[in-house]
């Protein structure tokens, strides 16, 4: 590959097929903690050393960065060793205490020979030399475990720590809340669970933490005063995939009780980090740049013989800037800015009309390998007499609608991204206005139906209602494609899709990048700027 992105036209080998260039991911087989420490970044994540898919024996990978873009491949962090973890190391978190020492607790699967019989316990691991900023030693503490599940919790349902928060089951989904010494070895469960979601389903990766009122800056997770409110994320597991739901509300710190502004339904009604393939994020607080930074795994989604053969499965989503928006309703998401770094050939276009039935390609960039800023007026939406398509029904009637192939008034208009010469493949990023109550609604989409040729693939048509007012603001959009994996964020990051397509004629320079208006009314695209993307440094070796 040429330094600035430009893919060169040769054979495609099935092993590095799809393979991402600038979102982490292992080298080899199958790929959650991140945390900053002595000029570091450091991200954990839980590895199969001997297939690309989940097993029996999950150990945790460990990746330095002082970027987040470019890491240094370390030496495992966690391996089975003990009783408390002999049959896996899984998921967890790394914080840093008062003291300033770094921890990891995580989940750890006992020595029942029976799987049904083992049990989850949260085991705790310490730094073997902590003026090493690499931490390349862990150790696990003769005290272990230091937790194990209570009488009303199943046994097998215990998991998933974060610092001092941990998602279990019993009736329902709930979010249990323990208070520990300083050492982070005795713990104390509290009388009340954090949480109690009102379905009856497993809550995976519960993240817990405050963010400001005002402003994109982050803060610590002890901060607790009336400049903050507190997040709690849930992971909702399914059959593929899955999705982070979460709710904003105020938490005391004296009762340690937490009161949402609105309750986890398990519905459409949820908010979510992200409405595409996006799964069991994790969040840390970046102290360098103050900033609250969240990580979240982009799941497979072509079959375990695919994974088999090309010798790898799984990756992690760009790193990913939090803060409260200005309704104090939802959480804002960006690309951390260090992804800008990666630009390198731009191309740019203003005020061009889209008329019915357009499209145009945008080169003179790689667009297997692309930044794309976007943003599309509609300046006779106001004036326009002409009906436009209605709306009454909840998000989940939508689905149909997420097409791209259903035409209205004011769209589907967008991109059309990894597109093949004749467009047999592509991934289509649009946006459709509908008229909602006395205004209008707009509606973020992803449709993979097209996505790829290939079969055992599952594609779906993907959606949310953005959160803008289109007489008054623009409708942007920024879309990040990389191979395999696109991450569109719409409004400035109100919402965000991600994808993961897999194109067996859209690859390296023979991919294509399109703006396109489907729709029967003009749309003006008044900015375009796209740009290269370099290959990052992924898990180089240590030196």
């Not at 994320?233 to 593929?240: A, D, G, M, R």
């Amino acid at each position: 590959m040429a330094e600035d992105g430009n893919v060169q036209n040769l054979p495609v080998p099935n092993q590095v097929r799809n393979r991402t260039s600038f979102h982490f991911q292992p080298q080899r087989n199958w790929l959650n903690a991140p945390m900053y420490y002595k000029g570091f970044y450091h991200l954990f994540y839980q590895h199969n050393p001997s297939a690309p898919e989940f097993s029996d024996r999950i150990e945790w990978g460990h990746s330095v960065s002082q970027d987040m873009v470019n890491w240094i491949q370390l030496p495992l962090a966690l391996s089975p060793s003990d009783s408390f973890d002999i049959n896996s190391c899984w998921s967890g978190s790394a914080t840093i205490l008062p003291d300033g020492r770094p921890v990891i607790l995580y989940t750890g699967l006992d020595d029942h020979e029976r799987k049904e019989d083992r049990w989850q316990v949260t085991v705790l691991a310490e730094p073997k030399d902590v003026s090493d900023p690499l931490l390349r030693e862990w150790v696990k503490p003769k005290q272990n475990p230091v937790m194990v599940p209570p009488e009303d919790i199943l046994h097998y349902c215990f998991r998933d720590p974060t610092t001092a928060w941990l998602g279990e089951k019993t009736e329902r989904g709930v979010a249990l809340l323990y208070h520990s010494t300083d050492d982070c070895q005795q713990w104390t469960r509290h009388r009340a669970p954090l949480l109690v979601a009102q379905a009856n389903e497993m809550l995976e990766c519960v993240d817990f933490f405050p963010v400001k009122l005002t402003g994109k800056e982050g803060v610590d997770t002890s901060v607790n005063n009336a400049s903050v409110r507190h997040v709690l994320k849930v992971s909702f597991e399914e059959q593929i995939g899955g999705k982070d739901c979460y709710v904003i509300g105020t938490y005391s710190s004296e009762t340690d009780r937490f009161v949402p502004d609105s309750e986890l339904t398990y519905t459409t009604a949820d908010l979510r980090y992200d409405h595409g393939w996006f799964y069991a994020s994790k969040s840390f607080f970046d102290s360098a740049k103050n900033r609250r930074i969240n990580w979240g795994w982009v799941v497979e989604t072509d079959s375990r013989e695919d994974d088999i053969e090309k010798g790898w499965a799984g990756l992690l989503a760009l790193p990913r800037q939090m803060w409260l928006d200005t309704s104090g309703k939802r959480l804002m998401q960006w690309p951390i800015q260090e992804i800008n770094n990666l630009r390198t050939r731009h191309v740019s276009f203003h005020n061009m009309q889209l008329e019915r039935g357009s499209m145009f390609e945008i080169t003179g960039i790689t667009a297997a390998q692309a930044d794309i800023e976007v943003a599309f007026d509609l300046p006779d939406l106001e004036n326009d007499t002409e009906a436009l398509d209605s709306e009454e029904v909840d998000q989940a009637t939508l689905t149909s609608g997420y097409s791209a192939s259903v035409k209205g008034v004011y769209g589907p208009f967008g991109l059309l991204a990894l597109a093949s010469n004749d467009l047999s493949e592509h991934t289509a990023i649009f946006f459709r206005v509908i008229r909602r109550g006395n205004g209008y609604a707009v509606l973020m989409c992803s449709d993979e139906s097209k996505s790829s040729l290939r079969n055992n693939i599952e594609k779906a048509t993907l959606g949310t209602s953005l959160d803008i007012d289109p007489r008054h603001e623009k409708i942007s959009l920024r879309c990040l494609i990389d191979h395999s994996v696109i991450e569109s964020y719409g409004g400035g990051g109100r919402s965000v899709i991600t994808s993961r397509v897999y194109p067996k004629m859209a690859i390296g320079e023979d991919a294509r990048l399109y703006v396109f208006n489907h729709g029967t009314k003009t749309v003006t695209m008044s900015s375009l700027e796209a740009w290269s993307m370099r290959k990052a440094q992924i898990n180089s070796n240590e030196t």
